[in-house]
């Protein structure tokens, strides 16, 4: 490992620091990665109500999720999650789930939106032709369609979720970047550690982009 010492820059980056530090800094990974999951599920699942209420007819639906859109999509993460962690109390895991998913649903909601939209209007007029309820005209034809029209977006709203779970740390949440503060406080060299988050951040949204491509791959045959 003595070769590492030679890709260190001196006051700036200690390479092995730097990679001797991974293995402490992963032991967040599984928590990152969970927030992550969970709180993007949630976020589907919000996110199409939310679509749903929009496209909506009723004044009572539509304008209340327009407003709840409008506001999520105006407040910074950490605003909100300080928020609900300090202002409603909640403990620092579900404050996390919550922020994240109540915000990412905003975005997921706009896109949705947007794809629903993009879904040609004779692939209703035609479910509606057969008979079909407005239930299984959106869960079994346009909800299908819409939803490949989405991935791309998709894609890049789960990486900003990934990336912003690190938000997390701030309240406490045992994450990737928790335990890297951790480390570099203990050896007194932020820069090496926060460089080697930067890399291990990049490497795992590149792999979800590449999962992100093989599954548009998947479904365009």
């Known amino acids: 490992m003595d070769v590492l010492k030679y890709f260190s820059i001196p006051n700036f980056f200690n390479a092995p620091l730097a990679v001797h530090s991974i293995p402490k800094i992963m032991a967040g990974f599984p928590m990152s990665l969970w927030l992550t999951v969970v709180s993007f599920g949630c976020a589907l699942v919000l996110g199409l109500f939310l679509t ?71 692939q209703w007029e035609a479910a509606y032709s057969l008979g079909l309820p407005y239930r299984k005209v959106i869960a079994k034809v346009i909800f299908p369609q819409a939803f490949q029209i989405a991935i791309p977006a998709l894609g890049n709203i789960l990486l900003d979720l990934f990336k912003s779970t690190s938000l997390a740390a701030m309240i406490t949440v045992s994450e990737m970047f928790m335990d890297a503060k951790i480390v570099a406080g203990a050896y007194q060299d932020y820069m090496s550690i926060y460089i080697m988050m930067a890399a291990i951040y990049w490497f795992f949204c590149w792999l979800m982009t590449v999962g992100q491509t093989q599954l548009e791959h998947f479904l365009a045959r």
């Open 52 to 122: 749903l209420a929009q496209l909506s007819h009723y004044k009572l639906l539509h304008w209340p999720a327009r407003a709840f859109i409008s506001f999520m999509r105006g407040v910074p993460m950490l605003v909100l999650l300080f928020i609900i962690y300090f202002g409603f109390g909640a403990d620092a895991l579900p404050a996390a789930i919550i922020a994240f998913t109540i915000n990412c649903s905003a975005f997921v909601s706009e896109v949705f939106r947007s794809s629903f939209s993009a879904v040609d209007l004779g």
